[in-house]
């Protein structure tokens, strides 16, 4: 007998990864991308500048990945490429501007990799927004 949760055509894995990238990304905007973006010039004072690019420099990457980025994400619209900066600025956070800190301090970070790495290796699945003209390299029905 054919249990109907294991069944081929259900929806979950479309379903965890959408609701995957809502939370991620909206969690990434709400927390660290919008007071960026609406408190810029008290950021452009407070933001680390572990290069030495200054803060200007160091203030727009971040922007782009935790503002920019998580909106392509939510959409499913070049995810994996969305993905990246993320990663980038996540990475020079946990390990140039805050490499003494602890598992427990750093547990936000590390859980915002663990999700965008993942949604870098899986995609975004098939509850996206599809852009006319645009083929997607997809491996399998994912």
Request: net charge positive; hydrophobic share 50%.
């Amino acid at each position: 007998m054919k249990s109907a949760s294991f069944s081929h055509t259900t929806p979950r894995p479309d379903a965890g990864l959408f609701f995957l990238r809502l939370t991620g990304s909206l969690l990434l905007l709400y927390v660290h991308g919008l007071p960026k973006v609406l408190h810029f010039t008290t950021e452009l004072g407070r933001i680390e500048d572990p290069f030495g690019m200054g803060p200007y420099m160091s203030l727009l990457p971040a922007i782009l990945a935790e503002v920019i980025c998580p909106i392509f994400i939510i959409l499913g619209i070049a995810t994996r490429l969305a993905c990246l900066p993320i990663i980038g600025v996540l990475l020079v956070a946990m390990l140039a501007v805050h490499p003494g800190w602890s598992i427990a301090e750093g547990q936000f970070g590390w859980l915002l990799l663990i999700i965008f790495t993942t949604l870098t290796l899986t995609g975004p699945g098939r509850w996206r927004v599809n852009v006319p003209g645009k083929q997607e390299f997809r491996h399998g029905a994912g």
